[in-house]
């Protein structure tokens, strides 16, 4: 592990042998971390110093942004060596990112089989089991004998991304069964492939969401899973590893979009101009949500200057029900993520969230007729009744946008997490605005000052 011990003693090396030493007898991952650490000349000195073996596993670990300067840094012989040995799904990974030029470049160099193998992943749209499988994977024929299939596997499959699944296909690729490496070496060598493999096959379609395939890896504890077409033919696997990057791929996007961050993309030390891009366009949208929300305060301005305890009691409707409302959406956005619930789970969800308001309201309310009553004047006073009970219905509104919402988002098939925290509050203000101020409004006429 790279300890911060570590790092500081790999920089302050000096002597380039005693640092590549010291480089390669770390993880490819620390690697990676300590490189993309320095500055970029001496990244890419300390990326010329690694073994090949080494270079080419720190490579894939490194940020796209890392990874574009080196292709930059290095001669055209590394980067076609460190491209050719990359996974067909790390280095689909890596030309998303590049520019297009340098793409049809690398791929022009590459030999025939990996470039197949790039262009296949690269012909499928982004967030699908096809963008992220990988077309490295142990397959055998129905034929074979165990000892046969595994004196295969140890002499063509040993740089396959996985060798804990087999994939058992037919003469014309078609996914016929799947068998474990457990069940191969406690089997008995002259025991034929199809007496021994499993015929309940678990698999993913190409199409299918990114998010969808690691739900399906979790609820069956895979460690991989086989992608295939719509003529049941093996294309690829998707496997552990890329389910993790996924899993932390949507929950960044959905936390991200929760709070308004265009893209749910934003890297925590991403540039200045990259920051305002993902932010300023969200946060002058809410900038034109809050002047709705004013629009419905201004024609009750009459009301708030003969009533002007209402300026101090209006901001804590804002927060709490805005409070309330991303709650709700944020549990309901979650289990819709992780597959927890579904549309059709909407008023189960719902009725639980009624139940839940029915004590958090009463709670709320009753807290809000209290502070009205210490801060409003002895003549104004009745106010806090009306505030408590515009608290309590606020609260019932609030948990019904947030799990409605995005259930009608997911139900139109698009990303529930579009409902963002800013969006929802803004709503949530420009309601409780209006039926508290239309309520004292209405008690000011029939109880005239």
């Given at each position: ?203 993913a379609r190409t199409e299918m969401p990114q998010e969808e395939v690691a739900q399906l890896m ?232």
């Amino acid at each position: 592990m790279l300890t911060q011990e570590v790092r500081n003693t790999l920089f302050d090396v000096a002597d380039l042998n005693q640092l590549k030493s010291g480089l390669n007898r770390l993880p490819a991952v620390d690697v990676g971390e300590f490189i993309t650490d320095l500055s970029p000349e001496r990244r890419a000195i300390a990326f010329r110093i690694l073994r090949k073996d080494q270079a080419i596993s720190v490579f894939e670990y490194l940020p796209p942004e890392i990874q574009e300067e080196l292709i930059n840094a290095l001669h055209d012989s590394q980067v076609f060596q460190i491209v050719e040995a990359m996974r067909p799904d790390d280095r689909a990974e890596l030309f998303d990112e590049l520019p297009a030029i340098v793409v049809k470049r690398l791929l022009q160099q590459l030999s025939t089989a990996e470039r197949r193998a790039t262009a296949t992943i690269l012909g499928y749209p982004e967030g699908t089991a096809g963008r992220v499988m990988t077309t490295e994977y142990v397959q055998l024929r129905q034929g074979l004998t165990v000892e046969q299939a595994i004196e295969k596997i140890r002499q063509a499959d040993q740089d396959k991304e996985t060798i804990y699944y087999a994939y058992v296909t037919d003469d014309n690729r078609k996914l016929m069964r799947v068998v474990s490496l457990r069940q191969l070496l406690f089997a008995q060598p002259d025991t034929l492939i199809r007496d021994v493999a499993s015929d309940r096959l678990i698999q993913a379609r190409t199409e299918m969401p990114q998010e969808e395939v690691a739900q399906l890896m979790k609820r069956y504890d895979l460690l991989a899973v086989p992608v295939v077409d719509r003529e049941d033919r093996l294309v690829g696997i998707v496997t552990i590893d890329d389910v993790v990057d996924i899993l932390e791929e949507e929950a960044t996007e959905d936390i991200q979009k929760l709070a308004g961050v265009s893209g749910g993309d934003e890297a925590a030390l991403s540039s200045p101009l990259v920051t305002m891009r993902k932010r300023l366009p969200w946060l002058v949208g809410v900038m034109g949500l809050y002047i709705g929300a004013a629009s419905a305060i201004a024609p009750f301005q009459k009301v708030i200057a003969l009533v002007p305890v209402l300026a101090v009691i209006m901001p804590i409707f804002s927060n709490t029900g805005g409070t309330v409302g991303i709650q709700a959406l944020t549990v309901t956005i979650r289990g819709l993520g992780v597959g927890e619930v579904t549309p059709k789970d909407t008023l189960k969800i719902l009725r639980k969230e009624i139940l839940a308001a029915c004590g958090t309201s009463l709670s709320l309310g009753l807290t809000m007729i209290g502070l009205s009553l210490i801060w409003a004047p002895p003549k104004d006073r009745w106010v806090a009744f009306a505030a408590g009970l515009v608290m309590a219905i606020n609260v019932f509104v609030a948990v019904t946008l947030g799990t409605l919402l995005p259930m009608a988002m997911k139900r139109l098939k698009l990303d529930p997490a579009m409902i963002s925290g800013p969006l929802l509050t803004t709503m949530l203000d420009a309601i409780g605005f209006i039926i508290f101020l239309s309520l004292i409004s209405l008690a000011l006429k029939v109880f005239p000052i």
